[in-house]
């Protein structure tokens, strides 16, 4: 029988890049004993050893679709015991409040999520920066203490990831910051807390530096 602790939860409230991440999360955990399942059943995402919360569109149908999905405290009681991931409107929705809607978070890691102000700015190629923001960027990551998050473990330092987003995360603690994009303007990409992980950016389509990044969730013991 499969161990629960090597379980990887993908969560399904019909509202994420489901068959991408998954795919990404199955081929990162190739050989290494997990057990990849995509489920939209509160009791599979707490019995699993780990949880993807990926998520896409807008921030009020996301927290919408999990609360109807019955997902909302599952979610809220997986951050609480084991380690978790949210990408791109998932790590939004850790947040305490989304200026898009002007919606709840979960309050997982206390801060704002705001819309992207780029009016008249540029790139360092020249080109005009454009809401939404759709492209390559480098993350720089974010130091605190003598040592990057182990969750950048094997990812050189301003690698290039892909990000597909029209509002950015403001956390109230700079100390949550695990990594930082410049696109008009320094922001949050990145997020931890505890046993928390979060990217704005999209590790599924960021080729192998995003393959690595989930690698490390399946490694990384907070």
Known sequence: MQSRAKTVAVIDYGMGNLRSVA???????????WTVVVTSEPEAVRAAGRVVLPGQGAMPDCMRALAAGGLHDAVREAAASKPLMGVCIGMQMLLTHSAE????????????????????QRQGDGSRCKVPHMGWNRVRQQHHGARAHPMWQGVPDE??????????????????????????SLFACALARDNLFATQFHP????????????????WNP
Do not use: M, T
């Not at 809607?101 to 102000?117: M, S, T």
């Not at 599924?204 to 490694?219: D, I, M, P, T, V």
């Open 204 to 219: 599924e389509k960021s080729a192998a530096q995003g393959l690595r990044l989930y690698r490390n969730f399946l490694l």
């Open 23 to 33: 795919q990404a999360v199955r081929a990162a955990a190739q050989d290494e004993g």
């Open 101 to 120: 809607g002007d919606v709840a978070g979960l309050d997982l890691i206390p801060g704002q999520v705001l819309r992207l102000e780029v009016a008249g």
């Open 159 to 184: 690698s290039w990831f892909y990000f597909v987003h029209s509002y950015h995360a403001r956390p109230l603690d700079p100390g949550h910051c695990a990594g930082a994009v410049r696109y008009g």
